[in-house]
């Protein structure tokens, strides 16, 4: 299935999703965050989707927001960039964190502001050697959005982000990789390969205990350490229940492989 932003491509347990705006960098549009929201959504919904790609069309990633649209918007008398962040940004961003199936971002060029944003909300992230990461918001006077704060800081620590987000500094693939915003570099070529590899090796993986190491992450960010031990211990519980553990049990004492279902617990 195509939309004009955003190309949509499921193949076996694994959604393909590509920002197809390429003579704009693939900058975010209205249409293009609200294709991307729905995406993810219906991505959630699907137990035949186990895994998702993200990616970029052309030689960018996300340049990010679409600047032109911003200021063909404030010369309309409409200026709250904050209500613009609610409306379209903010529950795009939600709904990749909320999504139960593992998602990585294959990071085929520039990811810049809210671009840069959009590949840390996801999961994991795969960058093409030539790669080139940037925050970017300070560049045009405004302040890293759409989760940009919150996962600058997570991933590459507190000075770190503060420098990223002062300077607007460019950082190359190698770079993005020794301070942890990225997991991976691979050649250009491979990118796409070495990305839908990770991808079907999720999609034949336990989906019930992805989703529950998901949500116990997600969780542990904003937990002590007594309450990060209790919802540890009911999370397995969870898992101890799952049509999952029961097929890998089975499996080690068969000595062979397991083979989990498409069940996947949100």
Known sequence: MTESTLVVEPSGGVLSLRMNRPQALNAMNGAMLLALRRAFESASRDREVRAVVLTGEGRA?????????MAERAQAGDADLGADLRQHYLPMVRAIRACPKPVIAALNGTAAGAGLSLALACDLRIAADDARLSVAFVRIGLVPDAGGLFFLTRLCGFGKAMELALTGDTVDAAQALAIGLVNAVVP????MAAALERARAFSAGPAETYALIKRGLERALSLDLEQ????EAQLQTLAGRTADHREAVRAFVDKRQPAFGLKTQS
């Open 61 to 69: 990633f996300s340049s990010g927001g679409d600047v032109k649209e």
């Open 188 to 191: 250009g070529g491979q990118l």
């Open 228 to 231: 990060a031990l209790e919802m």
